[in-house]
């Protein structure tokens, strides 16, 4: 049910937190009922090579919400529970830290309670194996696909593709219709391919050298879920690195001290008793569409209101605020509570995985721009660089006639078809002209949709020096210069190099100055010694004296104009499933088009959203050589 509803303030969620949250019972014994959900964990032995791990099926059961399994060490079902179960391994999302923090909140779960009602496993385990199924036959269906298609109807070669962008998007569009016959003509105002795609080192070069490793100046991790990015990677024969097993744990750093795991569960548990009673009262995935006047009225919540809304300790508060930050992108006021308040609805929707086996998280060795390049080398003549998109018409006959700037002279490409491939920061900038008749959904999603403000400067060491704390080198803190790290490529690290990323968002990532480096860098390197002590002696210098290090500002890139969309208070139910859908002949595509509860902001997104939009194109030409 759709309804619209006024702004609640600070006071107006007390409301709602008394009248829509019943009083939760988490209890041991699954078989009695209960108003709210219920978590269980239940173990199966499975082995893992060196030693052998046990396997959670940890879950919350409600109507809407079901459940999912992930795996932890044997330890975990032994002694002292909070402190031994070691973080439960789940799907990689846009920083390691955010993992961590998702995985804090299955273990909340785990310990309310360590019994399942059958019948209720049952029927999650069927759920799961449809899942499973579906991502199985993702990754298995390219090569048939493509083998089948020499057997069916083809669309008409002359059928006029014209794409915007070759990012990941872009790309993936036009190799998916070229398979098919059709040879679409992708313009990029960049000079090179792959967009917020882009890999410094090796092969890629660039300005600043890490001896040995590939950084990822954009896109970084890839999980092990995202059938698409890993059927490309398999087909063009591309080399995983495995993160997963990355020595030493998180660093939790606020208020001018240093806690633990430990600590931060002890505050976080009351907490998410709150997250699932209302989890239990609002829809299963709210759109713009399909939403109800209680879930309208949680969306305008922002993050920081509903935090103080439900009597957040003052070190949780901290940590979700780091953590949704660092994942999202903008300051935590100005981000949706529902980012927060499907947390877990969001990972069970887009990332099941298999019975028994824990997620595996990965980057490509030779960095991930390989995809967008081996992409590109199988679209000779295509792909046309340096055409920056001024404006888009639609001709008398229905066609789409695009104006293209080249140095300084402009022309214009007439199409059947568009596809608009590029963040709608840049489309914002592009004259869209009265003659297309979008209608003002359509015009509203791309002037108001959120996006981060994310900022990536990576930091060379001499080694991994914080592995000596016990720090694997992810990290969150409360200081001006310092937010959220993890260490970059630590498969290739040696004792005498090593590579620290400094991930900043919100205003500290908007406010960044890619013409001081050197600057930035020292800011950083100090707060990073404070958050683990001996660090700061350790980073590599240059013959000037200056810190080794680079910073991608996305912020200020014009092509892209932020690092990647995340809703504003309001969004979920006044955007959310109107980003990709087309208006006639003009598509769209992107990590922005694909929905929040599948893979929006995420490298597999824009793979993802760029395939299906090849897909509906020939379906659509198919059915005019059909009737024609």
Not at 129 to 145: F, I, N, P, Q, Y
Not at 209 to 236: C, K, M, N
Not at 261 to 290: F, H, K, M, V
Request: proline share 5%; hydrophobic share 40%.
């Amino acid at each position: 049910m759709t309804s619209a509803s006024s702004p609640v303030t600070g006071a107006g969620m007390q409301a709602v937190s008394s009248a829509a949250s019943p009083s939760i019972a988490l209890t041991a014994d699954a078989r009695t009922p209960t108003r709210g959900p219920v978590a269980h964990v239940t173990d199966t032995p499975r082995a893992t090579g060196p030693g052998r791990a046990h396997c959670f099926t940890v879950g919350v059961f409600n109507d809407r919400h079901p459940c999912i399994k992930r795996c932890a060490p044997r330890q975990a079902l032994e002694g002292e529970r909070a402190q031994s179960l070691s973080f439960l391994e789940f799907c990689m999302p846009r920083t390691p830290l955010f993992d961590l923090f998702r995985q804090t909140t299955r273990k909340a779960l785990a310990a309310a309670s360590p019994e399942a009602n059958a019948l209720e496993a049952r029927r999650v385990a069927r759920m799961d194996r449809r899942s499973v199924l579906k991502g199985v036959t993702a990754l298995g269906m390219g090569m048939a696909v493509r083998a089948a298609r020499a057997e069916e109807a083809r669309p008409p070669a002359a059928l006029r593709v014209g794409i915007v962008g070759a990012g990941l998007a872009g790309l993936a569009c036009a190799y998916e219709l070229r398979c098919s016959g059709v040879q679409a003509t992708v313009h990029e105002a960049r000079e090179r391919t792959g967009g917020r795609v882009f890999s410094m080192g090796g092969a890629f070069g660039g300005p600043v050298i890490f001896p040995g490793q590939v950084v990822e100046r954009g896109g970084e991790f890839i999980d092990s879920g995202h059938s698409t990015i890993l059927g490309y990677a398999r087909e063009f024969h591309l080399e995983r690195e495995d993160l997963l097993r990355v020595p030493g744990d998180v660093f939790y750093f606020f208020g001018g001290q240093l806690y633990s795991e430990a600590d931060i569960l002890e505050e976080y548990c009351p907490l998410i008793a709150a997250i699932n009673q209302d989890l239990s009262r609002l829809s299963e995935a709210p759109t713009a569409a399909d939403h109800t006047e209680l879930d309208r009225r949680f969306d305008l919540l922002d993050l920081v209101t509903y935090l103080e809304a439900r009597n957040t300790g003052p070190l949780v508060k901290a940590a979700i605020i780091a953590a949704y930050e660092a994942e999202y992108g903008q300051a935590a006021d100005e981000l949706s509570c529902l980012n927060l308040l499907f947390l877990i609805q969001t990972e069970q929707c887009r990332r099941f995985e298999p019975y028994g086996e824990s997620d595996e998280r990965y980057r490509l060795l030779g960095g991930n721009q390989q995809i967008p390049r081996e992409l590109a080398a199988r679209l000779p003549g295509q792909v046309r660089q340096g055409e920056r998109l001024e404006s888009v018409r639609k001709t008398p006959t229905g066609a789409l006639s695009l104006t293209l700037r080249r140095g300084s002279t402009s022309y214009t490409a007439t199409y059947d078809v568009v596809v608009l491939a590029i963040p709608f920061t840049v489309l914002r900038r592009v004259e869209l002209a009265a003659s297309l008749g979008l209608p003002a959904w359509k015009t509203r999603v791309i002037r108001e949709l959120g996006y981060g403000t994310n900022a990536k400067m990576m930091v060379g060491y001499r080694g991994p020096v914080w592995r000596a704390s016990g720090c694997s080198g992810a990290s969150y803190s409360d200081l001006m210069n310092h937010q959220a790290t993890w260490e970059t490529n630590p498969t290739r690290a040696t004792a005498g190099d090593a590579v620290l990323t400094d991930f900043a968002s919100g205003p500290r990532g908007a406010g960044m100055d890619p013409g001081n480096v050197a600057g930035e860098a020292e800011r950083f390197v100090a707060a990073m010694g404070r958050v683990v002590p001996g660090t700061a002696g350790a980073v590599k210098r240059g013959v000037d004296r200056r810190i080794v290090a680079h910073l991608e500002h996305w912020p200020s890139n014009p092509n892209a104009l932020g690092s990647y969309s995340s809703y504003r208070p309001g969004q979920f139910t006044s955007l959310a499933g109107t980003e990709g859908t087309p208006v006639g002949n003009l598509y769209f595509a992107g990590e922005h088009t694909s929905s929040f509860y599948e893979a929006q902001g995420y490298m597999e997104g824009a793979a993802a959203t760029g395939k299906s939009t090849a897909q509906a194109i020939l379906a659509m030409a198919n059915v005019a050589v059909a009737s024609g």
